[in-house]
């Protein structure tokens, strides 16, 4: 892959999809700055993922925001809720916003993103978020994306001085997750490094049966292949 | 005052501006829950004016957020460089971005009063900018105002289920200093509790000299007053 000499942020929370962005971004010519969050989420074992696919993808680097939204309440992936956990996929095509959804979570992790983006002179950032598969999050959606690009383009000093026409890429937004990973498998991310699950084993080994581990189950089942991080050690020990 | 049975989150930094901004909230009838930030900045007496803004004014709540912009870098209220001073307030309107600017600091800062929005059902959020006194902060101009509200409402569950209709309010936004002081002082506002110094000595005392102490002086002059902030006691021992 060449360079075309920008630098990106890229949200990489450990799972698929932005494994694969970063992935994307890279292959784009990018030199890509990954950007995680401790968000107070229950599972540090997402961060341990993040490190190893930003090493094992080839960021530029690799940072870890910390940031506290148990301090509003109000999701079972920051406070003390119990996951759903499903026997088949197919109850996840509901419609419904489920209880794992954040408060303005994406809003929140674009804002550090173009907080940094702008501290590094970068215009592009990219984030792994897919309409198709829509699992009732808002702020997944292309208009939200768009919205928000042009609000963050009101933003910043580099944006009003005209050093910075800000770009939210969303390369998986028409993706499917089957196609997200045949799209991550040709650039040759390695899933088993990646974490999705809602709800790990203290050793950090993915559970299977939550939302999150039943859509890229499906996701891979329907490219003929078991997912990875069901049949590997945990990537903590 | 009136209740009008609406909570509203106010960003409360301690300073001048949105201790006004909290008493107008309450004197329009909202139910105001502060927000305060403890962002990497280096002057925790901000927090404490906060905490005595928040219980003078009557706030029905008042949380302090953990965030961490000094991950990025780039700015002289979060990393360690100078504070610039003035022996006068003229060279306050030169147009110039100042040094202390955070990068995308109300854009983080409104994330999170989104968050606190949606989780306390509220559809009101209240922030102490002025495009008058503008210092050059791209974040405080109401073209970014209007994009963030545009924004915020296709980012939450709450909106998209048409439970939330988000509105900033910018009650500042067309005063000058001098203006918003004399309306604070309508409504009872201990400027002495306040704190808006960029340099303050260990001892939490206000510098009277950096660009933030001048402009409030400015204002206080204005209306044949003297700060109260530079004349009392430090808010913190």
Same mark, same amino acid.
């Given at each position: 892959?060449?360079?075309?000499?920008?630098?990106?942020?890229? !949200?990489l929370s450990g799972g698929l999809d932005s494994a694969t962005v #970063?992935? *994307?971004a890279r292959t784009e010519g990018y030199e890509p700055y990954a950007l995680s969050f401790r968000y107070g989420q229950r599972h540090e074992v997402e961060l341990h993922a993040a490190k190893k696919v930003a090493t094992?993808?080839?960021?530029?680097?690799?940072?870890?925001?910390? *940031?506290? #939204?148990?301090?509003? +309440? +109000?999701?079972? !992936?920051?406070?003390?809720?119990?996951?759903?956990?499903?026997?088949?996929?197919?109850?996840?095509?509901?419609?419904?916003?489920p209880i794992t959804y954040v408060p303005a979570r994406n809003t929140v992790?674009?804002?550090?993103? !173009?907080?940094?983006?702008e501290t590094l002179e970068a215009s592009d950032v990219f984030i792994g978020v897919s309409a198709v598969d829509y699992s009732g999050y808002p702020d997944c959606r292309p208009e939200y994306i768009e919205a928000y690009e042009r609000m963050a383009n009101l933003a910043t000093k580099a944006g009003v001085e005209g050093r910075q026409n !800000?770009?939210?890429?969303?390369?998986? *937004?028409?993706?499917?997750?089957?196609?997200?990973?045949?799209?991550?498998l040709e650039l040759g991310v390695d899933y088993a490094l990646t974490h999705s699950c809602y709800d790990p084993s203290p050793q950090g080994q993915a559970?299977?049966?939550?939302?999150?581990?039943?859509?890229?189950?499906?996701?891979f089942a329907e490219l003929g292949l078991t997912d990875p991080a069901l049949s590997t050690p945990?990537?903590?020990a």
């Amino acid at each position: 892959m060449e360079s075309n000499g920008r630098k990106a942020v890229v !949200l990489l929370s450990g799972g698929l999809d932005s494994a694969t962005v #970063l992935a *994307i971004a890279r292959t784009e010519g990018y030199e890509p700055y990954a950007l995680s969050f401790r968000y107070g989420q229950r599972h540090e074992v997402e961060l341990h993922a993040a490190k190893k696919v930003a090493t094992s993808v080839g960021a530029a680097g690799h940072v870890v925001a910390e *940031i506290d #939204l148990r301090v509003f +309440g +109000g999701s079972a !992936l920051t406070a003390d809720i119990d996951v759903p956990h499903h026997d088949n996929a197919d109850d996840l095509s509901s419609g419904e916003i489920p209880i794992t959804y954040v408060p303005a979570r994406n809003t929140v992790f674009l804002s550090f993103a !173009l907080a940094w983006a702008e501290t590094l002179e970068a215009s592009d950032v990219f984030i792994g978020v897919s309409a198709v598969d829509y699992s009732g999050y808002p702020d997944c959606r292309p208009e939200y994306i768009e919205a928000y690009e042009r609000m963050a383009n009101l933003a910043t000093k580099a944006g009003v001085e005209g050093r910075q026409n !800000l770009r939210i890429h969303t390369p998986l *937004i028409e993706l499917s997750k089957a196609q997200t990973i045949a799209r991550g498998l040709e650039l040759g991310v390695d899933y088993a490094l990646t974490h999705s699950c809602y709800d790990p084993s203290p050793q950090g080994q993915a559970c299977g049966t939550c939302d999150s581990c039943k859509l890229r189950g499906k996701g891979f089942a329907e490219l003929g292949l078991t997912d990875p991080a069901l049949s590997t050690p945990p990537v903590v020990a």
